[in-house]
């Protein structure tokens, strides 16, 4: 293949200066997003290892359909 690299030309030059900084900072932001949710389900699953201490009967009319 002949011609510049990609990374020579303009359209690569706009990639790896704009582009690729922007997903980086988006990937960053989607990481900080998701590990909010991670941190509350870690903690009410805890909460739920504790609180189960002792066996709950089925009501009626419950995931049983009756």
Same mark, same amino acid.
């Given at each position: 293949?002949?011609?510049? !690299? /990609?990374?020579? =030309?303009?359209? *690569? $030059? +706009?990639?790896?200066?704009? =582009? %690729?900084?922007?997903?980086?900072?988006?990937? +960053? +932001?989607?990481?900080?997003?998701?590990? +909010?949710?991670?941190? %509350? !389900?870690? $903690? /009410? !699953? *805890?909460?739920? $290892?504790?609180?189960? !201490?002792?066996? %709950?009967?089925? =009501?009626?009319?419950?995931?049983?359909?009756?």
């Amino acid at each position: 293949m002949s011609g510049p !690299a /990609f990374f020579q =030309t303009h359209m *690569g $030059q +706009r990639f790896f200066e704009g =582009t %690729v900084p922007q997903i980086l900072r988006e990937l +960053r +932001r989607l990481n900080d997003n998701l590990e +909010r949710p991670v941190a %509350v !389900a870690e $903690q /009410f !699953a *805890g909460q739920e $290892q504790s609180s189960c !201490a002792e066996p %709950v009967e089925p =009501t009626p009319g419950d995931s049983e359909g009756k």
